[in-house]
């Protein structure tokens, strides 16, 4: 099977855009990954689009014609929501469009507009990512669903704050070089600790920043990109996707995430490699623990083993398994839709050597990028590789 | 919130649990749930019958929230914790003990109280 490429990638940078529209950062980011592949735009022949809150955030629903429209196409359009996987799900039905030779040139993409709603309006729209009635009513916010998950693990397999104050630290420094970064600044695990306390046990250096931003990435058919010479190296070679009960308390694990593991191993089964296999990762960190959890999920680490790999130097980019090079969710900013495509924006660079620590990592030849929704009750894993 | 319509079986469950008749649903396999359920999400069974919580259950995991969302802003700081109850696992509100004190274990029974900020009806649990 010849592999879907990613022909080109585009972003904004992340941040705080409180006055800019959903539709502009989109338009940005789209032109910006059509720019980047030198695609023909009268090519592209559907636009899969993820966005979490846009009603809650700006009023605005049935975005994803908008979208088209903003990035100047007339194609059929879909708007995917998956909480924080929404354009995780968006690359995961393209891939499956282009594999089935139905398209050859998809444009997908997310964006969210967070900031223009304040801290209290963003946490309340992310809340409901939850179960409405047994969770949100309980109190439980989005931070705090990860804190009831940490006090779990902590309990179950040992780990401390200090622990996942390093997590924060090594983030920090990989987004110091990424001119898209929403944070970068250096900070100490003294830092982390001394920060308020948002959800105990978890801080505010614990939690991901409040981000406005958009992704994007041309996706194409590999004889298409052959067909018109582009330079398209990086292959999205393994897909996979799993769900898992809505409401913590109906769930199997307090402290697994085994609808990532699953999306894991099957996109691992559809890629033909392993957990050995994988040279770099990008992981969806909403909070130090997710990081924990994800590379657990990943088999990259044992399940309670992940807990020491940021402090070990293991996951940093000077370690033998370089976890969130872009600076992942909690340095480079989580504008919820925008983040799984900007995942996969991040590997293809770095494998592309074109990212900052490409020359790091100039033998890393497969990345995975995890993306998850919610508390994980939504998961894609997708495996890229370079094509010869 | 006068005129907000009720939320079936929710709101069916809170005025139980404020009778002191609170239930959960359970298959003939030993899974419990929290209605509303028309089919058990394990054992796909459809055959699901109301069972009484047991007088107390144990603090699975819990965290005490100083960041809330608009709707709890004057509950802040408040203690979410997820309760056992042997087949079913509830989510609540951990009042009437010092959240220094709380310790994964405890046993809690279950009631239904007020939110601060809303004046709404939420599952409460107190140390037993
Ligand atoms: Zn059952």
């Known amino acids: ?388 | 919130m006068t005129d907000k319509a009720r939320d079936g079986e929710y709101d069916d469950l809170l005025d139980a649990i404020e009778d002191g008749e609170g239930y959960y649903v359970e298959c003939a396999s030993g899974h419990g749930w929290l209605p509303p359920r028309r089919v058990c999400p394990d054992c796909g069974s459809r055959e699901l019958t109301e069972t009484p919580f047991p007088e107390s259950g144990e603090v699975a995991t819990y965290t005490t929230v100083s960041v809330a969302t608009p709707q709890f802003s004057a509950d802040t700081p408040y203690t979410t914790a997820i309760v056992d109850y042997g087949p079913v696992r509830v989510t609540g509100l951990l009042r009437g003990v010092d959240p220094d004190d709380i310790e994964v274990g405890m046993p809690v029974g279950i009631e239904v109280g007020e939110r601060e900020t809303t004046g709404d009806r939420a599952v409460v649990f107190r140390p037993r």
Not at chain 1, 261 to 269: N, R
């Open chain 1, 1 to 388: 099977m010849s592999h879907p490429r990613v022909t080109g990638v585009g972003l904004t940078p992340f941040g705080k855009h409180s006055e800019r529209t959903g539709r502009d950062l989109f338009a940005e980011a789209g032109l910006a990954a059509l720019d980047d592949s030198g695609v023909d735009p009268d090519d592209v022949e559907a636009l899969f689009y993820g966005n979490f809150m846009g009603e809650l955030a700006e009023h605005q629903g049935h975005q994803a014609p908008l979208m088209a429209e903003a990035v100047g196409l007339d194609v059929p359009a879909t708007r995917f929501e998956a909480a924080c996987a929404s354009s995780g799900a968006a690359v995961r039905e393209a891939v499956r469009h282009l594999r089935s030779g139905e398209a050859d040139v998809i444009l997908v993409g997310g964006s969210e507009r967070m900031t223009n709603i304040g801290t209290a309006g963003a946490t309340d729209a992310l809340s409901i990512a939850a179960d409405d009635l047994y969770e949100i009513r309980a109190g439980m916010t989005f931070p705090g669903a990860y804190a009831l998950m940490a006090r779990a693990y902590f309990r179950e397999y040992g780990g401390t704050r200090e622990d996942l104050a390093h997590v924060a630290v090594k983030n920090h420094d990989h987004a110091l070089p990424n001119e898209y970064a929403q944070l970068r600044s250096e900070i100490t695990v003294e830092d982390a600790l001394d920060a308020p306390m948002v959800a105990e046990p978890l801080g505010l250096y614990d939690a991901c920043p409040i981000t406005d931003g958009a992704s994007a990435a041309v996706l194409t058919s590999a004889e298409y990109a052959e067909e018109h010479g582009f330079d398209a190296p990086v292959g999205i070679t393994g897909t996979g996707q799993a769900s898992d009960r809505m409401a913590l308390q109906d769930r199997d694990h307090l402290l697994k995430s085994p609808a990532a593991s699953k999306a894991a191993d099957e996109a691992y089964a559809d890629a033909d490699v392993g957990p050995d296999d994988v040279d770099v990762a990008e992981v969806h960190d909403c909070f130090t623990i997710a990081e924990v959890l994800a590379i657990e999920s990943l088999g990259l680490y044992e399940d309670g083993e992940g807990i020491t790999a940021a402090r070990e130097g293991e996951t940093h980019v000077t370690g033998e398994m370089p976890v969130n090079l872009s600076g992942g969710l909690k340095a480079k900013g989580h504008p919820v839709g925008a983040t799984g495509v900007a995942q996969i924006a991040s590997i293809t660079k770095l494998l592309e050597g074109k990212s900052s620590w490409s020359d790091d990592v100039d033998d890393a030849r497969v990345g995975v990028a995890h993306n998850a929704g919610g508390t994980v009750a939504s998961a894609t894993v997708h495996v890229l590789e370079v094509q010869e």
